[in-house]
Structures are given as C-alpha cells and as structure tokens.
C-alpha cells in the first residue's frame, strides 16, 4: 500500500509542481525534441531544468512578480514550453497570443492583460509588435527566439538564457522555492478566446482548474515513458496545452513540428505515438488516401475496399464488446498486414491514439480511422472548462458521441432552448467542476450571463444517452431565424458534410432571408476529376466554379444530401468559392473553426448575388 510520501510524489496541485515532479519522476534525454541542422535532436530533462531556471531568473530580474503578466507569442517549439514553465514557475501568469492575430487584436489583449513582459518567435512577430510597442506603457522587455535582425531595443531569448544560466548554480534551489510556493488557487493563464464572432475576452485558468483536468485525462490514456506525443495543434489553444502537460507527466516525450507545411515530413522522423489532432487534419488525410487508391489500378481499390470492410466488421465487434470470430481475425490480420500498416506508415507507423477536438468528427470518418488501426477518440471541451468536459478514450467509448464527462466534471441539460411546430433545436449544456474558470478577466457582466447557481452556461447544445454519453447537436449563439420565423441551427446543416467526396468547407447562410443558402469550397481534387469524366473543359479554379455545369452538379449534390430535412433547413442555393477559407485571411480560427462573420463580410456581394436567384424547388420527403 502507497504511503503518503509516495502518494505526494506522485501527486500535484500547480502546473509549477507538475514541472518539478514530472523532471524528478522521468530523467532522460529527450524530454523534448526538435529539429535544428536539418535533424531532430533531444533536450534532456536536466537541460530543460537549467534553461527553464535560467529564464525563470531572468524574469525576476526584469521585475516580473508573482501574478504579472508575461505574453507569448509563437508557434509551437520547444522555447514555447520552457518559456511557459519559467513563468508558471515563478508564480506570474502567462498570457498565450495566437500567432495569427493582427495588430489590432495584439494591442488589445496586451493592454486589456496589463503584460509586463513579451516573449515573441521571430522577426515577422516582432514586426508587428514594434508597429504598437509605444502603445504600450506597461510593456517592460521583449524577448525573441530567433535571433534578431530588426530591433536594438529588443533582446535574444537564446542569448538571455545562455549568460543567466552561466551566473551561479544556486539558481536552481531559489527557482524551487518559488515554484512550490505557488498555490492552487493562483492565476497560472489567461487565455483569449480568438471567437468566431464578438470581441476578444480573457477566459482565466488556476493552477487547480488545469491540475484538474491533466490529473482527469491522464488517468484514461495508456501513455507512459516509451511514448512520443508531436505537439500539433496550436499550443495557445488550452487542449494541446493541456496535453503536453498530459505528455510531461507521463514521462513521454513530446516532439514539435517544424510547421504545419512539414508536419508529413516530420511525422517520418519522428515516428511519434500519439497527437491531438482537429477534424480537418483528419479529412486532408483521409482525401488524400482515398485520391491514391482511386487513381491506382482496379486490383488496389478492391483489395482497399475489402481491408476497409473488414476493418468496420471487427471494430463493430470491438464496439459491441464481441470477440470477432477466428475467420474474421485471420482475415483482419491479413488486411492490416497488406493495407492497414501501410496508412499508418505515413504518420511514421507507430501512431496508436489520437485526440480529436474543437469541431464535430464525422462518424464516417471516425470509422475509417479506427478500421485502419488509428484509433482516434472524440471528446469535448472549452477553453473556459481547461479544456476536456468528456471524452472518448479505451475501454470507453461510443462513436458519434464526445463521450462521458471525466472524473470530477458534472454536466447538465437545461430545458428545451426552442421549440415551434417543427420540434426542438436541443438543450444547453452546463457544467461545474474543478477545472471550470472562476471568470472572464474584469468583465463583469459577461460573468453574470455566463454563471447561474454554480453552473457554467457553455452556449453548446446537446443530448446524453441512457449510458451517459454525451452528443453535441449545436451552438445556442448560432441559432438564426429565416424571415419566415423559422430556427435553422448552421452547425446541423453544416456536420452533414462531412466527408463530403465533393465539399471540403461549407458555411451556412439564412439569417432574417428567405430561405437557407451556403458557401461552398469544394474538394478541387474530386471536382477537377469529375469535369473530366464528364469532358467537361474549364481553366483554372476559377474557371471550374463559375461552370454552370459545376454548379448544377454540386447543387444536386446538396439537394441529395438535404433530402430528409424539413423545408425550412433545405439549402435551397449555394455559391462556390474557388479557394479555401484560410487563418491568413482572418477566415478560420488556430483551431479551424470558420469564423462566420468574417466570411459572410468577405464574400457579401456573392451571397447578395445567391439571394437574388430564384430559390430551388426541392422534393419534399415524408
């Protein structure tokens, strides 16, 4: 039986002690990977303490106390995560910017933070900072990773780090000190919401609120030292955050990407085990396995098509708690051998778990992964809740749902949000809990909305089946009503394409018109091959989506899809956008979540010219 000092070791209330416990616990030498000279290389646990001590210091030195603020704006690597333990550890709070954000929104979050302090990746960051540093009264220091070429007034992180960590050993102990004086109820972050509509607001996170959650979540996964986790998702977004602390206190070894461009690269290198991903990670890989085996010979897509449907017989054993029979073993060992291993081989052939969040995943899709031996497990969360309110993990899960609330976290329907002849639009979901925030940074009466009797109002809709597992079906603030008084959810109509072989973006439209229309990005690959079977001539992208042909064709295509759904949610037209909707354009979220308003402003004259057709007549089932 555990004593209680073995208890304590492995046990923590602050992020602060989580870092000290996880180096104590887990000594090797590569804590952390990254590449550098064209290779990836590991930063031990005792280099991660020094450098992290040594920033730590630097801090202190630079006036930063307990609970000031210290910005940081970068891309995922490894300076990301000690900057973040060196100020946690300190006591002072970190205040996370996506790096996406325009001037504007970078002003405002440093000024509405008060920050003292800003850590920044490179000169094309900096470069934006420096347009609204005079701004900025309160801002004492920048520091940045890469080495500077714009600014005297600036300082090198790997120079700061370097000259600190040379001054005197004792830096360690002092570090110690103030880390594990830190308490639970302190402010560790404070982490703007970048929204898909409305103003920026500061959601504020306690050392106990993500303790919580870690503790939570690294109970329901096997992950153990042996383990990679590649740090994908955008580390200013609590989920992947939280899952590298996840991945520290396991003992695994987490790994960062170069970018998002040579993430397929890396993942070869790498060979990690485990990643967060978002739904649309999952849909580019999943298009491009499925363009392979359509353009390979006929004996390729028959011998796909039987893995696949071997795969599905065998999860469906797996999910009914079934042992699949002998013949279906052999068969499934059989496929895996010849097809299975060979897609899992392009996310460097060790992968056996992946976290799925922040958008609905398709259940076709989620299917088509677990068949192929990649186990993807949905789960939902806000970045208010740190992040994870339930999920799907091993032994426990049901596709199709976000799965059950984890251990500490209760969650609650409140009555039937709309109701009218055509039934209700769903139910909001409220939850409490350790990890749900004490508040939004001094915004009184968004408190008060979202706050009722202890329960945190989350906006989401949703359903909990007879075992507990929960389904999200839509968004309260996304709600809009047709001119003819009628509620249309986007989200429902929106989740019906996924997968889609001929759409890859969809944004719904109908608020105070008529009728339901869309925006369209389509899937180019599938659509170019399309026009060609039907000799079909166009030039270039945009060439294709004005082809009256292309239009009809994709307009069937969404009629087919729409069939079942009452009149009122039926899409009645579309227009298709020749390119995707991008994080460059202000258009998409870090976590690829369609910032509507954004788009509905980009392409307003499109959407006036789809309001201007005569609406299409569609066959009414019943």
Not at 36 to 44: A, D
Not at 151 to 160: K, L, M
Not at 290 to 316: D, I, K, N
């Amino acid at each position: 039986m555990p004593t209680s000092d073995s208890k304590a070791a492995n046990d923590f209330e602050t992020l602060a002690e989580l870092f000290l416990k996880s180096l104590e616990r887990h000594p090797k030498p590569n804590t952390f990977l990254f590449k550098t000279g064209g290779r990836y290389q590991g930063l031990s646990s005792r280099e991660v303490l020094q450098q992290v001590v040594a920033l730590g210091s630097v801090f202190v030195r630079r006036g930063i106390e307990p609970g000031d603020r210290v910005a940081l704006l970068a891309e995922n690597r490894v300076e990301w995560a000690l900057t973040d333990y060196a100020v946690l550890g300190i006591g002072a709070v970190l205040v996370p910017i996506y790096p996406t954000l325009l001037e504007p929104d970078l002003e405002f979050i440093l000024r509405d933070s008060a920050c003292k302090g800003l850590v920044v990746s490179s000169d094309a960051q900096l470069r934006k900072i420096l347009h609204i540093r005079s701004h900025l009264p309160e801002l004492r220091f920048v520091f940045v990773m890469d080495h500077p070429a714009l600014s005297a007034t600036v300082e090198w992180w790997q120079e700061v780090v370097r000259q600190e960590g040379n001054r005197s050993p004792q830096r360690v102990e002092e570090f110690r000190a103030k880390a594990l004086a830190v308490g639970p109820q302190q402010t560790a972050s404070i982490l703007y919401t970048s929204g898909t509509t409305g103003a920026l607001k500061g959601v504020v996170l306690t050392h106990a609120n993500i303790a919580s959650n870690i503790k939570a979540c690294a109970s329901l996964f096997p992950l153990s030292p042996g383990d990679v986790g590649m740090s994908v998702l955008p580390l200013c977004h609590i989920f992947e955050r939280m899952l590298d602390y996840v991945y520290l206190w396991s003992g695994a070894t987490t790994a960062y990407p170069e970018s998002v461009d040579a993430l397929p690269q890396n993942l070869l290198e790498v060979r990690p085990t485990g990643m967060a991903v978002v739904p649309r990670i999952l849909e580019k890989v999943f298009d491009k396995v499925m363009e392979t085996v359509r353009q390979g010979p006929r004996s390729r897509r028959r011998l796909f098509e039987w893995a696949l449907g071997v795969g599905l017989r065998y999860l469906h054993h797996t999910l009914e708690r079934r042992a699949p029979p002998l013949g279906l073993r052999l068969q499934h060992a059989i496929t895996d051998a010849m097809v299975g291993r060979k897609i899992r081989a392009a996310l460097g052939g060790r992968m056996h778990i992946m976290f799925s969040g922040a958008a609905p995943l398709s259940q076709k899709l989620a299917e088509f992964y677990f068949a192929m031996g990649l186990p993807v497990y949905e789960g939902y969360g806000l970045t208010e809740t740190s992040p994870v309110i339930s999920v799907n993990h091993p032994g426990s899960f049901k596709l199709g749902t976000v799965g059950q609330p984890v251990a500490g976290v209760e969650v609650k329907l409140v009555d039937e949000l709309v109701t009218d002849e055509e039934g209700s639009a769903g139910r909001e979901i409220l939850v409490r809990g350790p990890s749900v925030t004490p508040g939004y940074y001094h915004l009184e009466k968004e408190n008060q909305d979202a706050f009722n009797g202890g329960w945190f109002h989350t906006g989401d809709l949703g359903s909990i089946d007879a075992e507990g597992f929960l389904s999200i079906t839509g968004r309260k603030k996304y709600l809009f009503k047709t001119s003819g008084g009628k509620y249309v959810s986007p989200e429902k109509l929106e989740n019906l394409f996924q997968g889609h072989p001929y759409v890859s973006q969809v944004v719904v439209i109908g608020d105070r018109r008529r009728y339901v229309s869309a925006l369209l990005v389509p899937n180019f690959g599938r659509l170019e091959a399309y026009a060609a079977s039907q000799g079909i001539a166009f030039h270039g992208r945009e060439g294709l989506v004005a082809n009256p042909q292309i239009h009809a064709f994709l307009q069937r295509e969404v009629n087919q899809l729409g069939r079942w759904l009452p009149p009122h949610e039926r899409i009645r037209q579309i227009g298709i956008v020749p390119h995707e909707f991008t994080m460059a354009a202000g258009e998409v979220s870090a976590t690829y979540k369609i910032k509507r308003r954004a788009v509905e402003e980009h392409y307003r004259d499109l959407i006036e010219e789809i309001y201007r057709r005569q609406p299409e007549k569609q066959e009414v089932r019943t």
